[in-house]
T-cell receptor, first 113, second 109 residues
Framework: EPEVTQTPSHQVTQMGQEVILRCVPI?????FYWYRQILGQKVEFLVS????????KSEIFDDQFSVERPDGSNFTLKIRSTKLEDSAMYFC???????????FGPGTRLTVL | RKEVEQDPGPFNVPEGATVAFNCTYS??????FFWYRQDCRKEPKLLMS???SGNEDGRFTAQLNRASQYISLLIRDSKLSDSATYLC??????????FGKGTTLSVSS
């Protein structure tokens, strides 16, 4: 069964450093998403991406964040200058169509020291 | 006001029990409704979509009341493997999933 993959599974970084989280969505999916979950809190939407552009973003997704689909398979989330409060599990998801089921990857746990 | 509210639990039930979870959402323009399941430190996985007419999938039954802005999930004949956190999820105008904090279920033998 096709699945969303994410690398790395755990990233530790120093405050102020840039990090890039990588995702490979399911191959025939057209919509891509990033969510985050701070430990003990709810899953929060960050951004959706369709047709090579951002289609929707939340208030969390400020100028420190960017997304890119650099080639036909990868989808990345970049955090330019990490803060302590960016520590969270970051989930990538993809769907075939907008309202269709979103399939989540296993997540990248980001720890900012 | 929280967009999606759930009783956090935990709900501790014996195997074979029937358990019901409730959820309310604040935006009357919400369009799609789901229950997701999340195991500890894992990704959310779709359990079922929720329709106004109600829908059933094996031991799981979901109901939606748009007038009350209320969603429910009923699990019959609980199994040990049902132990997880159940997330109530809605969408509004776009495709973004809006999650509740989840209700934790623990099924014991």
């Amino acid at each position: 069964e096709p699945e969303v993959t994410q690398t790395p599974s755990h990233q530790v970084t120093q405050m102020g450093q840039e990090v890039i989280l990588r995702c490979v969505p399911i191959s025939n999916h057209l919509y891509f998403y990033w969510y985050r979950q701070i430990l003990g809190q709810k899953v929060e939407f960050l951004v959706s991406f369709y047709n090579n552009e951002i289609s929707e973003k939340s208030e969390i997704f400020d100028d420190q964040f960017s997304v890119e689909r650099p080639d036909g398979s990868n989808f990345t989330l970049k955090i330019r200058s990490t803060k302590l409060e960016d520590s969270a599990m970051y989930f990538c998801a993809s769907s075939r169509g907008g309202p269709d089921e979103q399939f989540f990857g296993p997540g990248t746990r980001l720890t900012v020291l | 006001r929280k967009e999606v509210e759930q009783d956090p639990g935990p709900f501790n039930v014996p195997e074979g029990a029937t358990v019901a979870f409730n959820c309310t959402y604040s935006n009357s323009a919400s369009q799609s409704f789901f229950w997701y399941r999340q195991d500890c430190r894992k990704e959310p996985k779709l359990l079922m979509s929720v329709y106004s007419s109600g829908n059933e999938d094996g031991r799981f039954t979901a109901q939606l009341n748009r007038a009350s802005q209320y969603i429910s999930l009923l699990i019959r004949d609980s199994k040990l493997s049902d132990s997880a956190t159940y997330l109530c999820v809605v969408t509004q105008a776009g495709t973004a999933l809006i999650f509740g904090k989840g209700t934790t279920l623990s099924v014991s033998s």
